[in-house]
């Protein structure tokens, strides 16, 4: 059982390409999230998804795509990386309502920098 | 879901209780309080979290006043693995936007 994955761990990009982050979880949740982090910050949503088939945009969605693949999965593309894009980014998933607490359990995160 | 405040940072004697307070003075009836910490650059971590009344686990206590507008992290003998930031968070009863504030930044001191 290893909870949330996301790959890769580290990646630098050069202004305007574009990359993936790829997260996935075994547990069998509903929702999934997308955070990001900037240094010495607190953490901003910038999607989620509550079901296989859903997304919807958080706090800070401009420059992002996402893609709800199955149950497991949940990816974030960068179609055209910008320096303000720097960041950690974490993905999440929930448990479901009704089991004790609806819980976050969080990936060991990406970080990305845009050059 | 309702807005949380926090103070940005507190230290704390290594051995003592440390109290965490957070103001939600707009939290409605069927939203919960959640409190998570993260460790240096690793992913947040569940720490805890109630309705209205007090709850304690293996890792720390809360408390929520009657009025529910505030609630304090009590974290009982404080170590230096506890430095960490500490988000409180309300979350509506099976809501989807799960939004965290900036946290309080604890430094657990010798």
């Known amino acids: 059982n290893a909870g949330v994955t996301q790959t890769p761990k580290f990646q630098v990009l050069k202004t305007g390409q574009s990359m993936t982050l790829q997260c996935a979880q075994d547990?069998?949740?509903?929702?999934m999230y997308w955070y990001r982090q900037d240094p010495g910050m607190g953490l901003r949503l910038i999607y989620y998804?509550?079901?296989?088939?859903?997304?919807d945009k958080g706090e800070v969605p401009n420059g992002y795509n996402v893609s709800r693949l199955n149950k497991r999965e949940f990816s974030l593309r960068l179609e055209s990386a910008a320096p303000s894009q720097t960041s950690v980014y974490f993905c999440?998933?929930?448990?479901?309502?009704?089991?004790?607490?609806?819980?976050?359990?969080f990936g060991s995160g990406t970080q990305l920098s845009v050059l | 879901d309702a807005k949380t405040t926090q103070p940005p940072s507190m230290d704390c004697a290594e051995g003592r209780a440390a109290n965490l307070p957070c103001n939600h003075s707009?939290?409605?009836?069927?939203?919960?309080v959640y409190w998570y910490r993260q460790i240096h650059s690793q992913g947040p971590q569940y720490i805890i979290h109630?309705?209205?009344n007090n709850e304690t686990n293996e890792m720390a206590s809360l408390i929520i006043t009657e009025d529910r507008k505030s609630s304090t992290l009590i974290l009982p003998h404080a170590t230096l693995r506890d430095t960490a930031v500490y988000y409180c968070?309300?979350?509506?009863?099976?809501?989807?936007?799960?939004?965290f504030g900036g946290g309080t930044r604890v430094l657990v001191k010798p």
């Open positions: 998804s509550a079901s296989e088939g859903t997304t």
């Open positions: 109630g309705l209205k």
């Open positions: 547990m069998n949740h509903n929702s």
């Open positions: 707009t939290i409605s009836g069927n939203e919960y």
């Open positions: 968070i309300v979350i509506k009863a099976a809501g989807n936007k799960l939004t």
């Open positions: 999440a998933s929930r448990t479901q309502p009704g089991q004790g607490g609806e819980k976050l359990f």
